[in-house]
């Protein structure tokens, strides 16, 4: 038998080669699943069915939960329906449910559903699958601790014991009155210190915070993080108890947002990772690519029609680099500060032009200093010429517009709907390139003719 002392792809494989199921089962049951979801994305798919197939339904479901998207679609594809109802779905919570049902196509969401053995959590998920995936609907879970307010403490715990077979992890029992509206939550610490009061409306802590079905996950997010939440109950249009969803689900909402947001100031347009194929990484990248092509020839354009200036002042070619790169840092810091302002909700319409103000503020002090200790370079190194006063001027000029447009932006597109993240990418580079080197050109001319 082959001693296994760390995870390793290579005697994995050499186990699984020579079938010792029995080590690969013990070895599986010593890691978390999030451990064998990591191995997994280091093995062939035939070697992954082999694995999973040494793990009992409930491991096998959590696995499959923490395997990243891409990897869990392909082993999807190798297994029957029957198989994906009822070794994995049958075992999940409803809304880690959902979210591996979302990956099949139609036809087969319908089949996995109908082999399903658990009616009623089949039904949960066609309920589920109705909302916005980007919704709070659509990440929560329907597995939750649920009491009546006019229950007493004794018939509360009972039934709280019959309904926490169903639930993995117990956060908060939620409170809701006889036509299932969510009134408040009930404390650990009351259930303990209150054993037999005779209504727990009356020990409840009321008017509990939540989210509305239809609330974005952007919206979610802000909330759980604000008031330090573990979970968060979710209620429709009149207030009724539908769901609840838990932190992890969060956090990986919140990793896959940044991701998505850090591909796109990259100049990636669409999600993708490094195991992608060559096609779907090259159809990602090209579009920002050709309109970065297409900054470059405005650019030389530009240059082309204040040929001129460069007879007359060779040396300004020199400093061409230095707008252009210093235009374009300032505006991705600026766009940054806004993105991130807008996403963690402390900047909206009503503080905007404040922002506006503060970022012309920064960007005087900036210009001055940057401007100055350039004027100065060339001062001493080329003496006083056209050239170390257009520099300087067109500096100033470039990184007060790029501050003040790459916070104007960012706020634009928000305000149309359009994901701001895309302004501190490539979008505001070759917008101050160009611009930038309008700038300078035109400063240039009217130094050098007037």
Same mark, same amino acid.
């Not at 792809?9 to 599986?28: A, C, F």
């Not at 609330?215 to 979970?231: R, W």
């Given at each position: 038998?082959?001693?296994?002392?760390?995870?390793?792809?290579?005697?994995?494989?050499?186990?699984?080669?020579?079938?010792?199921?029995?080590?690969?089962?013990?070895?599986?049951?010593?890691? &978390? /699943?999030?451990?064998?979801?990591?191995?997994?994305?280091?093995?062939?798919?035939? +070697?992954?069915?082999?694995?999973? &197939?040494?793990?009992?339904?409930?491991?096998?479901?959590?696995?499959?939960? =923490?395997?990243?998207?891409?990897?869990?679609?392909?082993?999807?594809?190798?297994?029957?329906?029957?198989?994906?109802?009822?070794?994995?779905?049958?075992?999940?919570?409803?809304?880690?449910?959902?979210?591996?049902?979302?990956?099949?196509?139609?036809?087969?969401?319908?089949?996995?559903?109908?082999?399903? *053995?658990?009616?009623?959590?089949?039904?949960?998920?066609?309920?589920?699958?109705?909302?916005?995936?980007?919704?709070?609907?659509?990440?929560?879970?329907?597995?939750?601790?649920?009491?009546? +307010?006019?229950?007493?403490?004794?018939?509360?715990?009972? *039934?709280?014991?019959?309904?926490? +077979?169903?639930?993995?992890?117990?956060?908060?029992?939620?409170?809701?009155?006889?036509?299932?509206?969510?009134?408040?939550?009930?404390?650990?610490?009351?259930?303990?210190? %209150?054993?037999?009061?005779?209504?727990?409306?009356?020990?409840?802590?009321?008017?509990?915070?939540?989210?509305?079905?239809?609330?974005?996950?952007?919206?979610?997010?802000?909330?759980?993080?604000?008031?330090?939440?573990?979970?968060?109950?979710?209620?429709?249009?009149?207030?009724?108890?539908?769901?609840?969803?838990?932190?992890?689900?969060?956090?990986?909402?919140?990793? =896959?947002? &940044?991701?998505?947001?850090?591909?796109?100031?990259?100049?990636?347009?669409?999600?993708? +990772?490094?195991?992608?194929?060559?096609?779907?990484?090259?159809?990602?990248?090209?579009?920002?690519?050709?309109?970065?092509?297409?900054?470059?020839?405005?650019?030389?354009?530009?240059?082309?029609?204040? *040929?001129?200036?460069?007879?007359?002042?060779?040396?300004?070619?020199?400093?061409?680099?230095?707008?252009?790169?210093?235009?374009?840092?300032?505006?991705?810091?600026?766009?940054?500060?806004?993105?991130?302002?807008?996403?963690?909700?402390?900047?909206?319409?009503?503080?905007?032009?404040?922002?506006?103000?503060?970022?012309?503020?920064?960007?005087?002090?900036?210009?001055?200093?940057?401007?100055?200790?350039?004027?100065?370079?060339?001062?001493?190194?080329?003496?006083?010429?056209?050239?170390?006063? %257009?520099?300087?001027?067109?500096?100033?000029?470039?990184?007060?517009?790029?501050?003040?447009?790459?916070?104007?932006?960012?706020?634009?597109?928000?305000?149309?709907?359009?994901? /701001?993240?895309?302004?501190?990418?490539?979008?505001?580079?070759?917008?101050?390139?160009?611009?930038?080197?309008?700038?300078?050109?035109?400063?240039?001319?009217?130094?050098?003719?007037?």
């Amino acid at each position: 038998m082959t001693d296994i002392n760390r995870y390793d792809p290579e005697i994995i494989r050499e186990m699984i080669q020579n079938k010792e199921d029995q080590s690969l089962i013990k070895y599986l049951d010593s890691l &978390h /699943p999030a451990d064998i979801a990591e191995l997994y994305s280091e093995l062939e798919i035939d +070697e992954v069915k082999y694995l999973h &197939h040494l793990l009992d339904d409930e491991k096998a479901a959590d696995v499959l939960v =923490e395997m990243d998207e891409d990897d869990r679609a392909n082993l999807l594809k190798e297994l029957p329906n029957e198989v994906i109802a009822k070794r994995f779905v049958d075992n999940m919570d409803t809304d880690d449910a959902v979210e591996l049902i979302r990956i099949l196509d139609e036809e087969s969401q319908e089949e996995v559903l109908s082999h399903m *053995e658990d009616i009623e959590q089949a039904g949960d998920i066609v309920d589920l699958l109705k909302y916005d995936e980007d919704t709070a609907g659509g990440l929560m879970g329907t597995e939750m601790i649920v009491v009546n +307010e006019n229950w007493s403490m004794p018939q509360s715990v009972d *039934e709280m014991r019959k309904q926490a +077979e169903e639930v993995d992890q117990i956060y908060y029992v939620y409170v809701v009155d006889d036509d299932f509206r969510l009134k408040g939550v009930l404390p650990i610490k009351t259930m303990l210190t %209150s054993p037999s009061v005779s209504k727990i409306k009356h020990v409840m802590s009321k008017d509990p915070i939540s989210v509305k079905v239809d609330e974005s996950i952007e919206t979610v997010t802000q909330v759980i993080d604000k008031y330090d939440l573990v979970a968060i109950p979710v209620v429709d249009s009149i207030g009724r108890l539908v769901g609840r969803i838990t932190v992890d689900d969060v956090i990986d909402e919140i990793n =896959e947002q &940044h991701d998505r947001d850090y591909q796109l100031a990259s100049g990636i347009s669409q999600d993708v +990772e490094s195991g992608d194929n060559v096609f779907l990484q090259t159809a990602a990248r090209l579009p920002w690519l050709l309109i970065g092509m297409v900054g470059g020839l405005s650019n030389s354009f530009i240059l082309g029609v204040f *040929e001129n200036n460069f007879i007359a002042n060779p040396k300004m070619a020199l400093f061409i680099p230095l707008i252009g790169g210093t235009g374009g840092n300032v505006g991705i810091q600026s766009s940054a500060i806004v993105v991130q302002g807008l996403a963690n909700n402390t900047l909206n319409a009503k503080n905007a032009w404040e922002q506006v103000l503060k970022e012309a503020t920064v960007s005087l002090i900036n210009a001055s200093i940057i401007s100055l200790v350039v004027f100065l370079y060339n001062y001493f190194t080329m003496g006083q010429s056209t050239v170390t006063t %257009s520099v300087s001027l067109a500096l100033f000029a470039v990184v007060m517009f790029a501050s003040i447009f790459g916070t104007i932006v960012p706020l634009t597109l928000d305000k149309l709907k359009i994901d /701001p993240a895309i302004a501190t990418g490539p979008f505001i580079t070759i917008s101050n390139d160009i611009i930038g080197m309008l700038i300078y050109m035109w400063i240039v001319s009217l130094l050098t003719f007037g």
